[in-house]
């Protein structure tokens, strides 16, 4: 792994190609650490109002614990460079070792995602986690930014540069629903322990205390059912989707519409948390649409025809009890309606 930095300093412009060279380099580290505090500032105004990238569930703050903000570049012997930011990612993490390989994963699917950007093109990446770290309960924030290199003079130092962004605040329970929070919680349980009830219990009551130290009226922590959300965390291995389940995405019009919401910030052509619902039948997935969206016209795909996309996601959002509900990200629009032509019927 090479800091850009260091392979500025590394070059010796003894000719004007070499020169040519080292500027172009010193410009791609100054965007990248443009980009890089460009996310800090966003991300810093999301946490002013508890904002979840475009989500509609908040998770307010109380304070700001820590940050991190890297640039990275790829050369020719480099290895796993996403292995490498997540490795270094995941230092900031303080609680349960298994939860945070869960969150390492998410970090590693993320930067792999960016670095399949053609060659000139840059691509963007946002996600955060809110999870349980005693005595508190955290929410973490990252945002990545690559770039992968066109110029066959550049590309002779490096292939891709990156620059990383995490931020990690301690969130004010006071203002978030432990049934919002195990929404958020319980998919990194799941792929922390899988179906380990003993650990996920166990990290399920350290939560709860946690409600009950910082709450002030005891009553709202008295009333967190552990069982019942145990019970939930075993069910997300039911909405992990199969090859054969049903998607369903409501029509305006007769037609698939994306909108302004629903598009990545820094690329308009790509989708980012669409609104989707997801079950192993066309029926049942259309009935959760139906209960947001009386007698709605829709399409339908089933995944296996999704999951084959470049960059494709897809993540549940339970929140606010919204069952069956899923956010899709990273194909683009044109890849979207086309998928998404397929009118059902029922």
């Known amino acids: 792994?090479?800091?850009?930095?260091?392979?500025?300093?590394s070059i010796d412009p003894v000719d004007?190609?070499?020169?040519?060279?080292?500027?172009?380099l010193q410009l791609l580290i100054e965007l990248a650490e443009q980009k890089a505090n460009t996310f800090l500032s966003e991300i810093q105004k999301d946490l002013l109002d508890g904002k979840l990238n475009d989500t509609t569930l908040k998770v307010p703050i109380t304070r700001v614990i820590g940050e991190y903000k890297e640039?990275?570049?790829?050369?020719?012997?480099?290895?796993?460079?996403?292995?490498?930011?997540?490795?270094?990612?995941?230092?900031?993490?303080?609680?349960?070792?298994?939860?945070?390989?869960?969150?390492?994963q998410l970090v590693h699917t993320a930067i792999t995602a960016i670095m399949g950007a053609g060659k000139g093109e840059e691509m963007t990446k946002t996600m955060y986690v809110v999870v349980s770290e005693y005595p508190a309960i955290v929410r973490y924030d990252f945002a990545f930014w690559n770039r992968t290199i066109e110029s066959k003079g550049v590309m002779e130092k490096i292939e891709n540069s990156l620059a990383c962004?995490?931020?990690?605040?301690?969130?004010?329970?006071?203002?978030l629903a432990f049934n919002d929070f195990l929404s958020l919680y319980g998919p990194i349980l799941?792929?922390?322990f899988g179906d380990d009830e003993q650990e996920i219990k166990a990290l399920l009551n350290e939560a709860k205390e946690i409600y009950s130290m910082l709450q002030e009226n005891s009553n709202i922590a008295n009333a967190i059912n552990i069982d019942k959300s145990l019970e939930y965390v075993k069910r997300i291995d039911k909405a992990n989707i199969g090859n054969q389940w049903y998607i369903v995405r409501g029509l305006k019009n007769g037609k698939v519409e994306i909108d302004e919401d629903e598009r990545d910030m820094y690329h308009n052509d790509i989708v980012a948390n669409m609104s989707v619902y997801a079950a192993q039948?066309?029926?049942?997935a259309v009935k959760y649409l139906r209960q947001h969206r009386l007698n709605?016209?829709?399409?339908?795909?089933?995944?296996?025809?999704?999951?084959?996309l470049n960059s494709f996601q897809i993540k549940s959002d339970f929140a606010g009890g919204?069952?069956?509900?899923?956010?899709?990200?990273?194909?683009?629009?044109e890849e979207t309606k086309n998928k998404f032509s397929h009118k059902g019927n029922l």
């Open 1 to 9: 792994m090479a800091a850009i930095r260091d392979i500025i300093k």
């Open 16 to 24: 004007e190609k070499m020169a040519e060279i080292k500027e172009a």
């Open 71 to 104: 640039f990275r570049a790829k050369t020719s012997e480099t290895t796993d460079i996403a292995k490498d930011i997540k490795d270094a990612i995941v230092t900031i993490f303080d609680g349960n070792g298994n939860v945070a390989n869960g969150i390492a």
């Open 165 to 175: 962004v995490a931020v990690k605040s301690a969130v004010d329970i006071s203002k």
């Open 190 to 192: 799941k792929k922390a």
């Open 281 to 284: 039948t066309e029926e049942e």
């Open 296 to 308: 709605s016209e829709y399409s339908v795909i089933q995944y296996s025809k999704l999951k084959c």
């Open 322 to 333: 919204n069952e069956g509900h899923y956010l899709i990200s990273g194909i683009t629009i």
